[in-house]
């Protein structure tokens, strides 16, 4: 199409504003006639607001789903999984069966916690609220009268429904027993792109990195506060006295497979990040139904994984949003790459957005990223319900040496 991609953001993010003068976009204002525009959470909200009226033609694109939050907010997150898994079970399907110890509990009842509390009353429990990022609002419990002391004291109420007008929390039993390395706590951060959701199509970004505690982990109930033994995000780990501002606690994805691959062997790294993929697709499953698939719409999530020392994956929240801040250089490089690849994908040739046009990409034009599912392929080879394998693409199958299918959970 004839014209230069007029562009918007109100994130003023160099990884960004680089990316799109590369291409030789043009710069205007959000009053001003758009083609794509890259905004915030809060600013999306106001697009697709009924009170607004805004419509958006077939030239323009924005990145996010109006209704990203059954993902992305954890409590809807929780909901909508949980809805997949009851229909998982009705048809017989073995990807329903349960881990105890992954229970996430939406809490509207106080006595509800304390009845899934007394069932462990040894284990360490998680709390989050459940529309903030970045590890605010956090913290472990053990007791009982740890959480009544909070709730008693806190301005917020721990107990209560999403639309209630007050701060809802989540709960979940703590993995504590997280795969180490250098005796430190590590999770993923994987970036995985949806360019639809009926029929599905999503690619996995090869990229991504592990973030590092500064402080060796201890399950010990005297560091239950201590936030650098057990959060993993840099906005925490960035102030402690051990962070390190060359690396910035980060590993690269391909790096920890080398680790896995010397120390655990490769047929089991494989399965493991086999798993991975096998979470993500179902997460994404889980929300298609519910999500307003808006054909001006696409997602660029950032899936937080952690692994236990079983080496199984465990899913602990997506983020709309993900951080665009680089906190090293090869940081910035990461970020940069997946913000071209990204723009490659959902704007081809750096043209102007046509959204009645569904084209298919040659490999060669994905950069880093790899198709993990495509729904209108996926039916020729029957539906991923009824499958015991693995995500498309993977290297092993994942069964046990008896044959029985292993499969992922979602924390």
């Given at each position: 199409?004839?014209?230069?991609?007029?562009?918007?953001?109100?994130?003023?993010?160099?990884?960004?504003?680089?990316?799109?003068?590369?291409?030789?976009?043009?710069?205007?204002?959000?009053?001003?006639?758009?083609?794509?525009?890259?905004?915030?959470?809060?600013?999306?909200?106001?697009?697709?607001?009924?009170?607004?009226?805004?419509?958006?033609?077939?030239?323009?694109?924005?990145?996010?789903?109006?209704?990203?939050?059954?993902?992305?907010?954890?409590?809807?997150?929780?909901?909508?999984?949980?809805?997949?898994?009851?229909?998982?079970?009705?048809?017989?399907?073995?990807?329903?069966?349960?881990?105890?110890?992954?229970?996430?509990?939406?809490?509207?009842?106080?006595?509800?916690?304390?009845?899934?509390?007394?069932?462990?009353?040894?284990?360490?429990?998680?709390?989050?609220?459940?529309?903030?990022?970045?590890?605010?609002?956090?913290?472990?419990?053990?007791?009982?009268?740890?959480?009544?002391?909070?709730?008693?004291?806190?301005r917020t109420s721990s107990f209560v429904s999403a639309n209630?007008?007050?701060?809802?929390?989540?709960?979940?039993?703590?993995?504590?027993?997280?795969?180490?390395?250098?005796?430190?706590?590590?999770?993923?951060?994987?970036?995985?792109?949806?360019?639809?959701?009926?029929?599905?199509?999503?690619?996995?970004?090869?990229?991504?990195?592990?973030?590092?505690?500064?402080?060796?982990?201890?399950?010990?109930?005297?560091?239950?506060?201590?936030?650098?033994?057990?959060?993993?995000?840099?906005?925490?780990?960035?102030?402690?006295?051990?962070?390190?501002?060359?690396?910035?606690?980060?590993?690269?994805?391909?790096?920890?497979?080398?680790?896995?691959?010397?120390?655990?062997?490769?047929?089991?790294?494989?399965?493991?990040?086999?798993?991975?993929?096998?979470?993500?697709?179902?997460?994404?499953?889980?929300?298609?139904?519910?999500?307003?698939?808006?054909?001006?719409?696409?997602?660029?999530y950032g899936y937080d994984i952690i692994i236990d020392d079983?080496?199984?994956?465990?899913?602990?929240?997506?983020?709309?949003?993900?951080?665009?801040?680089?906190?090293?250089?090869?940081?910035?490089?990461?970020?940069?790459?997946?913000?071209?690849?990204?723009?490659?994908?959902?704007?081809?040739?750096?043209?102007?957005?046509?959204?009645?046009?569904?084209?298919?990409?040659?490999?060669?034009?994905?950069?880093?990223?790899?198709?993990?599912?495509?729904?209108?392929?996926?039916?020729?080879?029957?539906?991923?319900?009824?499958?015991?394998?693995?995500?498309?693409?993977?290297?092993?199958?994942?069964?046990?040496?008896?044959?029985?299918?292993?499969?992922?959970?979602?924390?």
């Open positions: 199409m004839a014209g230069k991609v007029r562009w918007v953001t109100d994130i003023e993010k160099s990884v960004l504003i680089n990316n799109f003068e590369k291409r030789g976009w043009i710069q205007v204002t959000e009053n001003d006639d758009w083609n794509f525009y890259w905004m915030s959470i809060q600013t999306i909200r106001n697009v697709f607001s009924v009170d607004t009226g805004y419509r958006l033609s077939d030239e323009q694109m924005v990145n996010h789903f109006p209704n990203h939050y059954e993902l992305t907010r954890k409590d809807l997150m929780i909901k909508n999984i949980k809805r997949y898994r009851r229909e998982l079970e009705r048809e017989a399907s073995p990807l329903a069966e349960r881990d105890e110890s992954g229970r996430f509990i939406h809490l509207a009842d106080y006595n509800l916690f304390v009845e899934e509390f007394r069932k462990s009353p040894s284990s360490t429990w998680i709390m989050k609220p459940c529309g903030k990022a970045q590890g605010k609002g956090i913290f472990l419990i053990n007791k009982l009268s740890q959480i009544k002391r909070w709730s008693r004291d806190s209630s007008g007050k701060e809802a929390y989540v709960i979940s039993l703590y993995i504590d027993n997280p795969l180490l390395i250098g005796g430190k706590k590590f999770d993923l951060r994987l970036y995985v792109l949806v360019t639809s959701y009926r029929p599905l199509k999503c690619y996995m970004y090869e990229l991504g990195f592990c973030r590092f505690c500064t402080v060796k982990y201890t399950p010990s109930s005297t560091e239950l506060d201590n936030m650098f033994v057990h959060l993993t995000n840099v906005a925490i780990q960035k102030h402690g006295d051990d962070y390190n501002h060359v690396h910035g606690g980060k590993w690269t994805v391909s790096n920890l497979r080398l680790y896995l691959e010397s120390t655990r062997g490769r047929d089991v790294t494989d399965q493991l990040f086999d798993q991975i993929h096998w979470i993500i697709v179902h997460s994404l499953k889980a929300v298609a139904p519910v999500m307003n698939n808006d054909k001006h719409c696409f997602e660029c079983r080496l199984k994956p465990w899913l602990i929240e997506v983020n709309a949003s993900p951080s665009l801040t680089s906190s090293t250089a090869n940081d910035r490089i990461l970020k940069y790459n997946l913000i071209n690849d990204t723009l490659n994908i959902v704007t081809p040739n750096g043209e102007i957005p046509d959204c009645r046009w569904n084209r298919s990409l040659p490999k060669e034009a994905l950069g880093h990223y790899r198709v993990l599912y495509e729904e209108d392929q996926a039916v020729g080879e029957g539906d991923l319900r009824s499958r015991s394998g693995p995500s498309l693409g993977s290297k092993v199958s994942s069964r046990s040496s008896s044959g029985r299918p292993l499969f992922a959970s979602w924390r």
